[in-house]
T-cell receptor, first 112, second 112 residues
Framework: AQSVAQPEDQVNVAEGNPLTVKCTYS??????LFWYVQYPNRGLQFLLK??????LVKGSYGFEAEFNKSQTSFHLKKPSALVSDSALYFC??????????FGTGTKLQVIP | KAGVTQTPRYLIKTRGQQVTLSCSPI?????VSWYQQTPGQGLQFLFE???????NKGNFPGRFSGRQFSNSRSEMNVSTLELGDSALYLC???????????FGPGTRLTVL
């Protein structure tokens, strides 16, 4: 069975500082990995994905994520946090013939 | 292109009733997935349809069912509603197996 873990319920970071939101996964075979963001009272929006290729993936709004196969991780990063980045972030695994499994979500709070 | 649309946006029902939610995917998308989002349980996968066939199913009781029509529109039905079914129900569509999902705004179901 596949699984996704987001070990932090909440991450607090000062505006302008780098941010990291952690995600680890477990799956047999090659993973499809995604990050989504949910702003208050809005649906989920796609940020970035890893299917194959370069381990460093760049996405929307200046976010990037690094796929690390040996550590089975796919952490979301941004060099300089903005207050407007405050939202709920979900890591997801799967797609196609594999059902999509979402992590429990990490609330990111960027402090002015 | 129009985004994923869900109707109705809000619904109030009483225990024991049944409800049908509708989702129209982005034009050309053949995969439609349904999720239940609650504060306590996070984002839970319900089922996924591809070309009118249920391809994946989550761990929900048989009271939850769905279908997909030839135009890719999908409906989700919940029978014999329980208080615990109160949640935001999200629909998402995608183009290919490795593609990201595009989410609708959700239907907020309240069971009294």
């Amino acid at each position: 069975a596949q699984s996704v873990a987001q070990p932090e319920d909440q991450v607090n970071v000062a505006e302008g500082n780098p941010l990291t939101v952690k995600c680890t996964y477990s799956v047999s075979g090659n993973p499809y990995l995604f990050w989504y963001v949910q702003y208050p009272n809005r649906g989920l929006q796609f940020l970035l994905k890893y299917i194959t290729g370069d381990n460093l993936v760049k996405g929307s709004y200046g976010f990037e994520a690094e796929f690390n196969k040996s550590q089975t991780s796919f952490h979301l990063k941004k060099p300089s946090a903005l207050v407007s980045d405050s939202a709920l972030y979900f890591c997801a695994l799967g797609g196609g013939y594999q059902k999509v499994t979402f992590g429990t979500g990490t609330k990111l709070q960027v402090i002015p | 292109k129009a985004g994923v649309t869900q109707t109705p946006r809000y619904l109030i029902k009483t225990r024991g009733q049944q409800v049908t939610l509708s989702c129209s995917p982005i034009s050309g998308h053949r995969s439609v997935s349904w999720y239940q989002q609650t504060p306590g349980q996070g984002l839970q996968f319900l089922f996924e349809y591809f070309s009118e066939t249920q391809r994946n199913k989550g761990n929900f009781p048989g009271r939850f069912s769905g279908r997909q029509f030839s135009n890719s529109r999908s409906e989700m039905n919940v029978s014999t509603l329980e208080l615990g079914d109160s949640a935001l129900y999200l629909c998402a569509s995608s183009l290919r197996d490795e593609s990201e999902q595009f989410f609708g705004p959700g239907t907020r179901l309240t069971v009294l």
